[in-house]
């Protein structure tokens, strides 16, 4: 049961596999910063919206104020200014027309608010006051001027109260008290004869209400970071769990201890976690092919060799003990077919197992295969490989371009002109013909012997498969010729294929397919 509900929950956690690594690596991380910097610039925000609501009240509290005071008696104008000192928590100075104090709240009754000493709070308020800074510092907000009593009780010391005289309307300062909390003067010319006052009000509130927004994203913050971790560990099983299964899997593979050992797919993952799954699990399939065919290839070749070591040592060890020179000259004979028969084959293997990395390492040329097969036609007819046979050629009068290493498809080419020769009966001609087809360039070469069942087709092109006419010597044909030459086709992005003749007479016909230069430009 705690199985179940384990997977159940597992099932629920699932992260979903289309989304990729990086993004939600990204998400993951990016959440707790994100949150914390949006957080941040809400907090200034929202201070400044307290001072601006707090700026707009001080102004219209010291114009009301002004009217107030502005036709009183001295005694009632400090009538009032102690009261509404005390009922608004305001320090309430005024000034006459030569800026002279000549009232104070705070001399007239009892001050209702102090600043507060820093030295003599708490280390919490300390580290409050640093965390006020630091919001302040990374939002760039303008630094605020120190709250400092003049010396002098005098209008023109305090610039707010200097503008308003001057300008005759009412003016807002912002200072900083000593323990770091706002102080909001607003000053306001009174009545016409020059007098005029200053509020003064330290809005301790906005600070406190300022401090517990804070503290709550702090906590969200908080929150945060620990589902950041949480999902961080989730997300790292999501990505080390299948690593782990497949470094298990590769290194079965490697040791070879489970031949059908299956390095997992993860179909189901969409992400790059799938796609390396999937990558190392078809080059784990590849490798193994390509072990095979190493296995494969080695035992043929052991068994290819075998054979004319055999009759090579054979022939060797018999020589002493004949005498007869007739027998002599034939166990000669065959030792040096032997020989040639092996330096064929040791030739055609060290062929066969280099082409592959000499044609990925090689650089393709656009060239004219017509021309290529012009040229080899040519040189062929001085030479013994044609046997006698005319080679008829049927080649476009135009160029016919192609992609490809040119030494290498002049093999594919000697190897199917070589193939003919060896099935054409006498006399007959090997029929070669090149065209385009669509964006495909066609090369064919036909012969005149048996052709090749339906059903052998494909085994030609094995290594070292070799339906040699009965006439022909044995040991002359290496059995690689054709695997060659499709190995060299398939590495340009073609195809080599037997098929019997277009015309439906006897023989063979071995079609070689080429994408165009114009498919594959260069």
């Known amino acids: 049961m705690a199985h179940a509900a384990a997977e159940r929950m597992d099932a629920v956690m699932r992260w979903p596999t289309k989304v990729s690594l990086t993004s939600r690596i990204l998400a993951v991380n990016l959440l707790p910063l994100l949150l914390l910097g949006g957080g941040i610039f809400y907090l200034d925000n929202y201070r400044k919206q307290l001072l601006d609501e707090r700026y707009k009240m001080a102004r219209i509290e010291a114009q009301i104020l002004a009217e107030a005071l502005a036709g009183a008696s001295r005694m009632r104008q400090e009538a009032l200014i102690t009261q509404i000192g005390k009922e608004q928590r305001l320090r309430i100075r005024m000034f006459d027309a030569e800026g002279n104090l000549w009232a104070d709240s705070f001399a007239l009754a009892e001050p209702v608010f102090t600043f507060d000493d820093p030295g003599a709070q708490p280390w919490t308020e300390d580290f409050a006051r640093m965390l006020d800074r630091a919001v302040d510092t990374v939002v760039g907000a303008d630094p605020i001027p120190d709250y400092v009593e003049p010396e002098i009780p005098q209008a023109d010391l305090w610039p707010e109260l200097a503008r308003a005289r001057a300008e005759g309307l009412s003016q807002i300062q912002l200072?900083?008290?000593?323990?770091?909390?706002?102080?909001?003067?607003?000053?306001?010319?009174?009545?016409?004869?020059?007098?005029?006052?200053?509020?003064?009000?330290?809005?301790?509130?906005?600070?406190?209400?300022?401090?517990?927004?804070r503290t709550t994203l702090i906590g969200g913050v908080a929150l945060a970071l620990l589902m950041s971790i949480l999902l961080s560990l989730f997300l790292a099983r999501t990505i080390v769990a299948p690593l782990q299964q497949l470094a298990r899997a590769a290194m079965r593979v490697r040791l070879g201890r489970d031949r059908q050992v299956e390095v997992p797919r993860l179909p189901e993952r969409r992400d790059e976690i799938g796609t390396l799954a999937r990558a190392v699990s078809d080059m784990t399939a590849a490798l193994r092919h390509r072990i095979d065919a190493v296995d494969q290839f080695a035992a043929?070749?052991?068994?290819?060799?075998?054979?004319?070591?055999?009759?090579?040592?054979?022939?060797?060890?018999?020589?002493?003990?004949?005498?007869?020179?007739?027998?002599?000259?034939?166990?000669?004979d065959i030792a040096a077919h032997d020989v040639r028969r092996i330096d064929r084959l040791v030739t055609d293997i060290s062929e066969a197992s280099?082409?592959?990395?000499?044609?990925?390492?090689?650089?393709?040329?656009?060239?004219?295969?017509?021309?290529?097969v012009r040229n080899i036609a040519g040189l062929r007819?001085?030479?013994?490989?044609?046997?006698?046979?005319?080679?008829?050629?049927?080649?476009?009068?135009?160029?016919?371009?192609?992609?490809?290493?040119?030494?290498?498809?002049?093999?594919?080419?000697?190897?199917?002109?070589?193939?003919?020769?060896?099935?054409?009966?006498?006399?007959?001609?090997?029929?070669?013909?090149?065209?385009?087809?669509?964006?495909?360039?066609?090369?064919?070469?036909?012969?005149?012997?048996?052709?090749?069942p339906e059903d052998k087709r494909e085994q030609v092109f094995e290594r070292f498969h070799s339906l040699r006419p009965d006439a022909e010597d044995f040991g002359n044909h290496s059995g690689l010729g054709l695997a060659i030459a499709r190995t060299i086709a398939e590495a340009h992005d073609g195809t080599l294929a037997a098929l019997s003749r277009a015309d439906g007479g006897n023989g063979a016909r071995l079609v070689l397919t080429l994408p165009s230069a114009e498919r594959r430009p260069g």
Do not use: Y
Request: avoid cysteine; charged fraction near 25%.
């Open 381 to 452: 007819e001085n030479r013994p490989e044609n046997a006698g046979h005319l080679i008829a050629l049927d080649l476009p009068p135009v160029p016919v371009r192609v992609m490809g290493v040119p030494a290498r498809l002049e093999r594919v080419i000697e190897n199917l002109l070589d193939n003919a020769v060896s099935f054409s009966p006498a006399g007959a001609p090997i029929e070669v013909r090149l065209a385009e087809q669509g964006a495909d360039i066609i090369l064919s070469v036909s012969d005149h012997g048996p052709g090749i």
């Open 354 to 372: 280099r082409v592959d990395a000499e044609i990925s390492r090689a650089v393709l040329e656009r060239f004219d295969l017509a021309e290529l």
């Open 175 to 213: 200072r900083d008290a000593p323990d770091g909390t706002p102080v909001i003067n607003a000053a306001a010319p009174v009545g016409l004869r020059g007098a005029s006052l200053l509020t003064t009000r330290n809005a301790v509130d906005i600070t406190d209400s300022v401090r517990r927004a």
């Open 300 to 332: 043929d070749v052991a068994h290819e060799i075998k054979n004319p070591l055999a009759s090579l040592r054979s022939a060797i060890e018999s020589l002493p003990r004949v005498t007869d020179a007739d027998l002599r000259a034939k166990l000669t």
